[in-house]
């Protein structure tokens, strides 16, 4: 059984920084490639990042790319989303999701983790 458990969110002000984590399970992680994706109250979900399995390969959406860093420790099964320099609009609930090669779509996701940016 496949289990994606993301952490560290939580309320920052405005230019602050904050460190998401994720911790997955039941899956061939270091062949998998891996996302955060994240959704603001009343929008759609939105692609934030991906990290390839297992050379490493980043893509940021816009409106993060300089800010937030992803990357990943294939020993501990985890992906990380630094976040730096956040803004109020980067308050969403945070998701990461799983690729498997076998799959062809993100297959497995997380149950979010809430990030609050005050200004």
């Known amino acids: 059984q496949v289990q994606m458990v993301e952490s560290g969110g939580g309320l920052v002000q405005a230019g602050g920084s904050l460190r998401l984590s994720c911790a997955a399970s039941?899956?061939?992680?270091?062949?998998?490639?891996m996302a955060w994706f994240r959704q603001a109250p009343g929008s759609e979900r939105e692609f934030v990042a991906t990290?390839?399995?297992?050379?490493?390969?980043?893509n940021y959406a816009n409106s993060v790319k300089g800010r937030f860093t992803i990357s990943r420790d294939n020993a501990k099964n985890t992906v990380f989303l630094q976040m730096n320099s956040v803004k109020p609009e980067d308050t969403a609930v945070y998701y990461c999701?799983?690729?498997?090669?076998?799959?062809?779509?993100?297959?497995?996701w997380g149950q979010g983790t809430q990030v609050t940016v005050s200004s």
């Open positions: 990290i390839t399995a297992p050379g490493g390969s980043r």
């Open positions: 039941g899956l061939t992680f270091s062949r998998s490639d």
């Open positions: 999701a799983a690729w498997p090669a076998y799959e062809s779509k993100y297959a497995y």
